[in-house]
């Protein structure tokens, strides 16, 4: 079975299981999704693009990932 990567519909926005959305959205603000959803209808196609997306992950992954969650936490108790 694959993914779709969006909901078929804007209707179903919300009711996105099924989906590669639902599978990648931890988003903790509705901007967060806006702009998750944005990446996905609209990927990257220069390689320097990409590379510099990868490294910022990484930092958020890594060496930022502490301060990265308590972004989170803040961000998800409505503090946006």
């Given at each position: 079975h694959n993914l779709q990567p969006l909901p078929?519909?804007?209707v179903s926005l919300h009711t996105h299981a099924g989906t590669l959305l639902c599978v990648l959205d931890h988003?903790?603000?509705?901007?967060?999704?806006?702009?998750?959803?944005?990446?996905?209808c609209r990927p990257l196609g220069r390689i320097a693009d990409i590379e510099l997306r990868q490294d910022a992950v990484a930092d958020?992954?890594?060496?930022l990932a502490?301060?990265?969650?308590?972004?989170?936490?803040?961000?998800?108790?409505?503090a946006y």
């Open positions: 078929p519909s804007p988003c903790t603000t509705p901007f967060g999704r806006r702009r998750l959803r944005q990446w996905l958020l992954s890594g060496p502490e301060a990265a969650g308590q972004a989170r936490k803040l961000l998800a108790g409505g």
